[in-house]
T-cell receptor, first 114, second 114 residues
Framework: GAGVSQSPRYKVAKRGQDVALRCDPISGHVSLFWYQQALGQGPEFLTYFQNEAQLDKSGLPSDRFFAERPEGSVSTLKIQRTQQEDSAVYLCASSGAISYNEQFFGPGTRLTVL | GENVEQHPSTLSVQEGDSAVIKCTYS??????FPWYKQELGKGPQLIID?????GEKKDQRIAVTLNKTAKHFSLHITETQPEDSAVYFC?????????????FGTGTRLTIIP
């Protein structure tokens, strides 16, 4: 399909483990966003990429969170030493231009930290 | 930063009746207001959006109104159908050289009663 894909769809980690979440944006989309959605809440902004440049990481909750998009397409969100409060759905969105455009969301990765 | 409040948190409507969801925002610089529908296990899907130079926009059974002075905007769904049952989120953003990160409301769970 031509939509945003994310993998894995579900991830269970033991507290203290590292995890890596992958996002494949729509081909050719310049902008890529990561959001965190806690249960029963709206998504909250984590970080933004324009091509390979990470231009805003103001929403990352701690230095345990790290994101990259080395070739300007696929992005990975890494969480080190996971904590229970990291349990959430992590959503990736992409948009096609450097100007107001609809953000297309992927299905998300549900992370559960035990 | 921007703060978006959304009401009600739950809404039950008889099939065929109308549903209205309201949001307020705090940042007068915000100028883009999308509405997303999220079904269980899926990512948010844009259903309609409005920019600050427009007061109202309609797309078939869905309409959005914006009052910039009062800093509030509303979603109206007419002739509701069972497939309209989902969680709806409002959001706000401002033009920022591509980094139009969205600030979401807390969501409204809409249930259509057959």
């Amino acid at each position: 399909g031509a939509g945003v894909s994310q993998s894995p769809r579900y991830k269970v980690a033991k507290r203290g483990q590292d995890v890596a979440l992958r996002c494949d944006p729509i081909s050719g989309h310049v902008s890529l966003f990561w959001y965190q959605q806690a249960l029963g809440q709206g998504p909250e902004f984590l970080t933004y990429f324009q091509n390979e440049a990470q231009l805003d990481k103001s929403g990352l909750p701690s230095d345990r969170f790290f994101a990259e998009r080395p070739e300007g397409s696929v992005s990975t969100l890494k969480i080190q030493r996971t904590q229970q409060e990291d349990s959430a759905v992590y959503l990736c969105a992409s948009s096609g231009a450097i100007s107001y455009n609809e953000q297309f969301f992927g299905p998300g990765t549900r992370l559960t930290v035990l | 930063g921007e703060n978006v409040e959304q009401h009600p948190s739950t809404l039950s409507v008889q099939e065929g009746d109308s549903a209205v969801i309201k949001c307020t925002y705090s940042d007068s610089a915000s100028n883009y207001f999308p509405w997303y529908k999220q079904e269980l296990g899926k990512g948010p899907q844009l259903i309609i959006d409005i920019r600050s130079n427009v007061g109202e926009k309609k797309d078939q059974r869905i309409a959005v109104t914006l009052n910039k002075t009062a800093k509030h905007f509303s979603l109206h769904i007419t002739e509701t159908q069972p497939e309209d049952s989902a969680v709806y989120f409002c959001a706000a953003s401002k033009k920022n050289f591509g980094n139009e990160k969205l600030t979401f409301g807390t969501g409204t769970r809409l249930t259509i009663i057959p």
